[in-house]
């Protein structure tokens, strides 16, 4: 009864400071100028405050600093596993630090990178988050040393990091998409019996409900690179490191289904440059592989505004899609078993693909009701 009132507490506190503190992101962001000017890929026509991410950041340091010394149960949480919250919280602080610094003067993609990669390395050698078994349907458990474990590690974490931040084009949607994935994770947490990570998850989901005050459709502020990638970093870690508590042989699987919408979207986009750069523009180069990692206006969410779907609409469909796909982590989670993921894995994909491909399969659709009525 103690652990659940602790946590609610943190959820609702976590909240009422983000509510609270994200005004003064405002303020700041005008007064120093950070601000999203519009542009052919997005979708705003006047400038939007970029600085979300340190409302963000500043309520889970305040509420952390306040609670966890001072909360005998948090302590004690803390302390049974403090080498994994301590990476965390340190490469997240220094994810967050690149991110702000490219919201104000733009950080460059050579030094953002480098960052992540420092800060997943930290959480690797000195958390204990290691993907070094991965269960394969149909095929077993396979287990790595740790030279393909450690990139294998740092490309997950870096790779949904970034993600994150790339489908963070739509006012409300990485952050609501980053919403459901605590929920998610609460519950993995929850069946793990991990009463720390999930007040830190209940903490984060209360600071991103306090944002999202502010951040819907119509945005007063934006998440910025120094929210999207913060978010995307802390639920990268904490979502493999729940993974691995339930079992090793899903710490990959499982994560990657929760966070299947930013991910799924990320791989499909940079798939489809390529294919594009090769089948049609005929380069078939070296150099056709960097067009994979070209900005374009071909995410998810650009597919469905471009078929007539309001902004709001767009945003609710996709938190549909990411709660369903997260879903699928859960019960993979739940079940444990290697066919059953492997199920859950595709049902993902195909919804993806569905929703994705949607306009394009309306056609199709429309074309053969017409060759059915002319015969």
Same mark, same amino acid.
């Given at each position: 009864m103690l652990e659940h009132s602790i946590i609610a507490a943190l959820f609702l506190v976590g909240c009422v400071v983000t509510y609270f503190l994200t005004p003064l992101s405002i303020r700041g962001a005008h007064r120093f100028g950070v601000l999203d000017a519009p542009a052919k890929r997005k979708v705003h026509s006047a400038p939007i405050p970029r600085m979300g991410g340190t409302a963000i950041f500043g309520a889970l340091v305040l509420i952390s600093l306040a609670c966890i010394p001072f909360v005998p149960r948090l302590s004690e949480g803390f302390q049974v596993n403090s080498p994994f919250y301590v990476s965390i919280?340190?490469? +997240?602080?220094?994810?967050?630090?690149?991110?702000? @610094?490219?919201?104000? =003067?733009?950080?460059?993609?050579?030094?953002?990178?480098g960052v992540q990669a420092l800060a997943a390395s930290l959480v690797y050698w000195f958390g204990g988050i290691a993907i070094s078994k991965v269960g394969i349907?149909?095929?077993?458990?396979?287990?790595?040393?740790?030279?393909?474990?450690f990139p294998l590690t740092v490309a997950w974490i870096v790779g949904v990091?970034?993600?994150?931040?790339?489908i963070d084009g739509l006012d409300g949607l990485a952050s609501g998409v980053a &919403?459901?994935?605590?929920? +998610?994770? &609460?519950?993995? +947490?929850?069946?793990?019996?991990?009463?720390?990570?999930?007040?830190?998850?209940?903490? @984060?989901?209360?600071?991103?409900?306090g944002f999202l005050r502010y951040n819907s459709h119509p945005a007063q502020i934006f998440l910025g690179d120094s929210g999207s990638l913060?978010?995307?970093?802390?639920?990268?870690?904490?979502?493999?490191?729940?993974?691995?508590?339930?079992?090793?042989?899903?710490?990959?699987?499982?994560?990657?289904?929760?966070?299947?919408?930013?991910? &799924?979207?990320?791989?499909?986009?940079?798939? =489809?440059?390529?294919?594009?750069?090769?089948?049609?523009?005929?380069?078939?180069?070296p150099r056709a592989i960097t067009s994979?990692?070209?900005?374009?206006?071909?995410?998810?969410?650009?597919?469905?505004?471009?078929?007539?779907?309001?902004?709001?609409?767009?945003?609710? @469909?996709?938190?549909g899609l990411s709660f369903t796909l997260g879903s699928f982590g859960m019960?993979? +989670? @739940? &079940?444990l078993e290697?066919?059953?993921?492997?199920?859950?894995?595709?049902?993902?994909?195909?919804?993806f693909v569905l929703v994705r491909n949607y306009g394009a399969l309306k056609g199709w659709i429309a074309t053969r009701r017409r060759a059915d009525v002319q015969n």
């Amino acid at each position: 009864m103690l652990e659940h009132s602790i946590i609610a507490a943190l959820f609702l506190v976590g909240c009422v400071v983000t509510y609270f503190l994200t005004p003064l992101s405002i303020r700041g962001a005008h007064r120093f100028g950070v601000l999203d000017a519009p542009a052919k890929r997005k979708v705003h026509s006047a400038p939007i405050p970029r600085m979300g991410g340190t409302a963000i950041f500043g309520a889970l340091v305040l509420i952390s600093l306040a609670c966890i010394p001072f909360v005998p149960r948090l302590s004690e949480g803390f302390q049974v596993n403090s080498p994994f919250y301590v990476s965390i919280a340190l490469g +997240a602080t220094m994810v967050f630090a690149v991110g702000l @610094l490219d919201d104000v =003067r733009n950080a460059g993609i050579v030094t953002r990178l480098g960052v992540q990669a420092l800060a997943a390395s930290l959480v690797y050698w000195f958390g204990g988050i290691a993907i070094s078994k991965v269960g394969i349907p149909f095929i077993g458990l396979v287990e790595f040393e740790w030279w393909i474990s450690f990139p294998l590690t740092v490309a997950w974490i870096v790779g949904v990091t970034n993600a994150l931040n790339i489908i963070d084009g739509l006012d409300g949607l990485a952050s609501g998409v980053a &919403f459901i994935a605590c929920v +998610a994770v &609460f519950t993995i +947490a929850t069946m793990n019996g991990q009463f720390f990570a999930m007040a830190s998850l209940a903490l @984060l989901a209360g600071c991103l409900l306090g944002f999202l005050r502010y951040n819907s459709h119509p945005a007063q502020i934006f998440l910025g690179d120094s929210g999207s990638l913060l978010l995307g970093f802390l639920l990268a870690c904490i979502s493999a490191g729940c993974s691995l508590k339930r079992s090793t042989s899903f710490a990959l699987i499982i994560p990657m289904q929760i966070l299947a919408l930013p991910v &799924f979207d990320t791989l499909y986009s940079m798939l =489809r440059r390529v294919v594009r750069e090769v089948l049609v523009e005929k380069n078939t180069s070296p150099r056709a592989i960097t067009s994979m990692f070209k900005a374009d206006r071909g995410h998810i969410h650009h597919s469905l505004l471009d078929l007539g779907f309001s902004h709001s609409k767009v945003v609710w @469909l996709l938190y549909g899609l990411s709660f369903t796909l997260g879903s699928f982590g859960m019960l993979s +989670a @739940l &079940f444990l078993e290697d066919h059953v993921s492997a199920l859950f894995l595709v049902l993902g994909g195909l919804s993806f693909v569905l929703v994705r491909n949607y306009g394009a399969l309306k056609g199709w659709i429309a074309t053969r009701r017409r060759a059915d009525v002319q015969n």
